[in-house]
């Protein structure tokens, strides 16, 4: 326990004397880190924003007027039931006149005289189609084109597909940039403790002629370097976290996109990237160690 509390004692004795440098080590990890949160935070969006517009409706098929070679209301709910049992149809709604301009009337109740001069009989009737796959509205789109009567087809699917490509390059560009930030932290971690050790190099020979171990001389280093990953991954978790919930409340106007994340998301992700942190300033240490105790191992062994 003794000696625990004196490798400890010598990590925060390093911290101190080398404070500069640790802040800046600190920083590094923490802009590194912070970046990759932040795009692994975007693409959660996206994906909740995708997946929200894949359970709304997907295709709308407005019906012709009997009178402009349409068929009759019985028969548009026999072709809505028949398009409901396609494969590819999750569900398909038919929406009658009546409730088309009901629903009409609600969307422009602001404007009152533009809802009195619109006849409710121009009022198309239509078949609302929800997909098991999004992907397959071409398909749907395509089929109920070909049915003569149908006067027009609308979808959403041109911008759920940009959204979905958006949403995979934000991953595949989130996966690079935490592997490219990450080692990056290594790296700046490895010279911090590298810097530490040129500072103390007459302590650490001094130890190796008395006999100290490599794991003697290496464990208050490592200790630096975790603490320094650790925190620095810490307070970039915490600052996207704040930047999010910020965004989350000025989100709220916006009705046709959230930026709400489950905080689930957070303490999951936030969890793995401290762990990292923590990670990669044991594997900084590590590499800023290694070279110089072969060189103090090949020095003690000539003095020898």
């Known amino acids: 326990m003794s000696r625990l509390s004196f490798l400890l004692r010598e990590a925060l004795v390093n911290l101190r004397r080398n404070a500069l440098v640790v802040i800046g ?12 949160f932040a795009a ?25 007027e009997e009178a402009d070679g349409g068929v009759s209301a019985e028969a548009q709910v026999g072709l809505a039931a028949e398009v409901s049992g396609w494969d590819e149809v999750k569900e398909a709604l038919y929406v009658d006149k009546a409730e088309a301009y009901v629903e009409f009337q609600q969307l422009f109740a602001d404007r009152p005289d533009f809802v009195a001069a619109v006849n409710p009989s121009t009022i198309p009737s239509s078949i609302r189609i929800k997909l098991n796959d999004i992907d397959t509205w ?18 959403l699917g041109d911008q759920i597909d ?5 949403s995979r390059g934000l991953r595949v560009a989130g996966l690079g940039l935490s592997l490219v930030l990450g080692t990056a932290a290594v790296i700046l971690i490895a010279n911090t403790i590298r810097m ?32 320094e990953g650790v925190v620095g991954a810490f307070l970039a978790v915490m600052t996207v976290w704040v930047l999010f919930r910020n965004l989350a409340s000025a989100g709220d106007t916006i009705r046709l996109f959230t930026f709400d994340i ?9 969890t793995t990237f401290v ?28 003095a020898v």
Do not use: C
């Open 25 to 36: 080590a600190v920083l590094a990890v923490f802009l590194s880190m912070g970046l990759a």
């Open 40 to 64: 692994i935070g975007v693409n959660e969006i996206l994906r909740i924003n995708t997946l929200a517009w894949q359970d709304g409706t997907h295709v709308v098929a407005f019906f012709k």
């Open 138 to 155: 071409r398909d749907v789109q395509f089929r109920l084109q070909a049915m003569p009567t149908f006067r027009r087809v609308t979808t």
């Open 162 to 166: 940009q959204l979905s490509s958006l």
């Open 196 to 227: 530490a050790i040129y500072a103390r190099r007459d302590e650490v020979s001094i130890m190796k002629l008395v006999g100290a171990s490599n794991w003697f001389i290496r464990v208050p280093f490592l200790l630096e370097g975790l603490i």
């Open 262 to 270: 489950a905080p689930s998301f957070f303490l999951r992700w936030g």
């Open 275 to 302: 762990l990292f942190g923590a990670a990669a300033g044991t594997i900084g240490s590590l590499v800023g160690l290694s070279r110089y105790l072969r060189e103090a191992d090949g020095r003690t062994a000539g």
